[in-house]
């Protein structure tokens, strides 16, 4: 059984950092590829970047691209997202998602395993 556990979520004020942490376990993930999203109170959930297990291949949307990174460490089955320069427009709760996709995909039907969420508050 899948389980994705995201940790490092908080009460931040803008310009600051913050990293967040998925712990992925059940199964070994190459050939997947993971995806962090988020969602803000009355939108709708969107992709904000994923990497590909197996190269460490990285792909970003256009709002948090230069601003965040998301990296992995295999020993750990962790895969965390470093998040800089946070504005009060990145406030939402934050998903980790696996999928078995052979390219980093952005819609959320792509991705069949999700974590519980963790909320990241940014204050101007």
């Known amino acids: 059984q899948v389980q994705l556990v995201e940790s490092g979520g908080g009460l931040v004020q803008a310009g600051d950092s913050l990293r967040l942490s998925c712990t992925a376990s059940?199964?070994?993930?190459?050939?997947?590829?993971m995806g962090w999203f988020r969602q803000a109170p009355g939108k709708e959930r969107e992709f904000v970047g994923g990497?590909?297990?197996?190269?460490?291949?990285?792909y970003y949307a256009d709002s948090v691209k230069g601003r965040f990174t998301i990296s992995r460490d295999s020993a750990k089955n962790t895969v965390y997202l470093q998040m800089n320069s946070l504005k009060p427009e990145d406030t939402a709760v934050y998903y980790c998602?696996?999928?078995?996709?052979?390219?980093?995909?952005?819609?959320?039907?792509?991705?069949?395993?999700w974590g519980q969420g963790t909320q990241v508050t940014v204050s101007s």
């Open positions: 998602a696996a999928g078995r996709n052979y390219v980093i995909r952005t819609p959320t039907s792509a991705y069949a395993y």
């Open positions: 059940g199964r070994t993930f190459s050939g997947y590829v």
């Open positions: 990497i590909r297990w197996s190269d460490e291949s990285t």
